[in-house]
């Protein structure tokens, strides 16, 4: 009879052993649980979508629908984004799927990439990593992700940028302490990084800080000229020189017109970051522990004679992060989701190297290896937590019911193919409620931002001092003619106009549609439409039936 080596191997094994093994086998499969839950949710969540994101998408179909950027969609961001986003909207039409569905499986994606990246990278000898440090870190990684869903910023570039650069900065850990890489990973992440930092030029920070503090402390000069690096200067040099290759119109519109014009006005929507940052208590407490743990850390590591290169690189990976956040001067919560992940996968290093401090003690202490765990379980317990509750309160997210008026309004007044127009200075709520109901925006203007510039620095002390069509600069005059002759081609079915004094960027007292009735734009460029009523801030204009 033949006998069963694996029962009899496990017979031999003593019982904690035993238990250890179990419990690897089942925690191996807990990332597996996680991608089937993010798979899950997003199929039963069709229309949940950023409202930034599905303005990004809106803009992408636009290419994929023949459209030029910056010519038949106006905005103020460098054009990768966009060109990312159209293999979502390739395969929402070909697949049958919705838009905001095909988008969060195509950010899932990315995440199962760089999972499966940090995965062959925490198996490397340089990172000195054991099994249990590299399934806490993997699971950290997919948590952040679906604290980031919860909070409603999933596949907001600076989500994705550091899906695509986390796994290149341990790669330069990695380098720095002289270990290989193979070739393809490496170049792997090389263009994944250059993609990721292409997005918007302060990314740069979060692997330039980095980079400098291993230069300065290695002076390995050589570790420069490695694959990863080749890759993602490559990436970025063609992404720099594509825009030679763009239409001539384009060019002419993004460098003669629209950049110069955002340069001027940026600071338009800027706030006391300052304030709104360190005016937190749990922000500060949050800095004040970890700067001094890592502090800590650092001081003994080196008064032990021991290597702190991999603790100083994250936490320079956080300060890169931290300056990416504060150049930008808007304090909305999606600029800061790089310090966030960096923060907890810093949290988590620290934490194993304190495990390790207390189980290498010679002497012994009672609950040794509870003591040593409970950093680890505590970084893991709280993000769980704040992922749940986040996704109980869903306080950051616009939610597909807060703009049913919008949809019940378009849903009624017009059809599929029929064109709708917001006007209004911020993105909400004609975005994600466009997108969600597979409409095509009513003009070129998907937000009319520049009317933010044209009236930045003006007060007034009673009645907002609009201007005549008189009065109005040349740039203001052809930013209304050119809204006019999108109204006269597109015909849209519906015109939404933003009333009130609570646009995003205006000066105190100004309200759009005083501005558009002043400058007798609503008797001009709509005289073939009539009033009908209000839905919640905006009056509704619909196109009167044509004889």
């Not at 238990?19 to 039963?44: C, E």
């Not at 300052?274 to 937190?280: A, D, G, I, L, R």
Request: glycine share 6%; with cysteine.
């Amino acid at each position: 009879m033949k006998k069963n080596r694996s029962f009899g191997m496990r017979m031999m094994m003593p019982p904690y052993a035993m238990n250890q093994a179990r419990l690897r086998q089942w925690i191996d499969i807990v990332p597996f649980l996680l991608f089937g839950y993010f798979f899950w949710t997003i199929m039963h969540s069709p229309m949940r979508i950023n409202h930034d994101c599905a303005y990004v998408l809106q803009c992408s179909k636009i290419l994929v629908d023949g459209g030029l950027p910056y010519v038949d969609f106006i905005d103020i961001n460098p054009p990768l984004i966009f060109y990312m986003n159209m293999a979502p909207v390739v395969v929402a039409q070909t697949a049958g799927i919705t838009l905001p569905q095909a988008f969060s499986l195509f950010v899932t994606l990315q995440l199962a990439a760089s999972a499966l990246l940090l995965f062959y990278l925490f198996r490397l000898e340089e990172l000195n990593l054991k099994a249990p440090a590299r399934f806490a870190l993997l699971l950290a990684w997919i948590l952040c992700s679906l604290f980031v869903y919860a909070t409603g910023d999933y596949g907001q570039r600076d989500h994705l940028v550091m899906l695509m650069v986390f796994p290149f900065i341990l790669v330069r850990v990695i380098r720095y302490y002289g270990d290989r890489v193979s070739l393809l990973p490496s170049l792997v992440i090389g263009v994944m990084t250059g993609l990721g930092l292409s997005l918007k030029p302060n990314f740069y920070f979060i692997v330039l800080v980095p980079e400098f503090v291993a230069l300065v402390r290695t002076r390995r000069i050589r570790t420069l000229f490695t694959p990863e690096m080749y890759a993602a200067i490559a990436f970025s040099l063609a992404y720099v020189l594509h825009f030679l290759l763009l239409p001539a119109l384009v060019q002419t519109e993004l460098f003669g017109r629209w950049m110069p014009f955002f340069m001027q006005y940026y600071g338009t929507i800027n706030m006391n970051l300052f304030h709104h940052v360190f005016m937190q208590p749990l922000v500060i407490a949050g800095l004040i522990v970890l700067a001094f743990v890592v502090g800590i850390g650092l001081v003994i590591i080196r008064q032990r004679g021991m290597s702190s290169l991999r603790m100083e690189i994250l936490s320079a990976a956080a300060i890169g992060s931290f300056l990416s956040y504060w150049i930008q001067q808007k304090g909305y919560s999606y600029h800061s989701v790089p310090l966030k992940l960096v923060f907890v996968m810093l949290a988590l290093f620290v934490s194993f190297w304190l495990y390790e401090e207390i189980m290498h003690r010679t002497e012994e202490i009672p609950l040794r290896r509870f003591v040593a765990v409970s950093p680890t379980l505590v970084v893991l317990a709280g993000l769980i937590a704040l992922t749940a509750r986040a996704f109980a309160s869903n306080s950051s997210y616009v939610s597909y019911e807060s703009f049913a008026p919008y949809r019940q309004a378009i849903s009624a007044y017009s059809k599929k193919d029929d064109r709708v127009l917001f006007l209004n200075t911020i993105l909400f709520p004609a975005y994600p409620t466009l997108v969600q109901m597979d409409r095509m925006p009513g003009s070129r203007y998907l937000t009319i931002f520049p009317i933010a510039g044209f009236y930045y620095g003006m007060h007034a002390d009673s009645a907002f001092p609009y201007r005549s069509r008189g009065q109005m600069n040349q740039e203001e005059l052809r930013f209304l003619c050119e809204l006019e002759v999108d109204i006269d081609r597109f015909k849209p079915s519906l015109i939404f106009i933003h009333s009130g004094d609570t646009s995003s960027a205006m000066p105190q007292g100004f309200d759009i549609h005083e501005y558009f009735i002043r400058s007798h734009f609503t008797t001009d460029a709509m005289h073939d439409y009539e009033r009908s009523g209000s839905v919640g801030d905006f009056f509704l204009y619909r196109r009167k039936k044509q004889i």
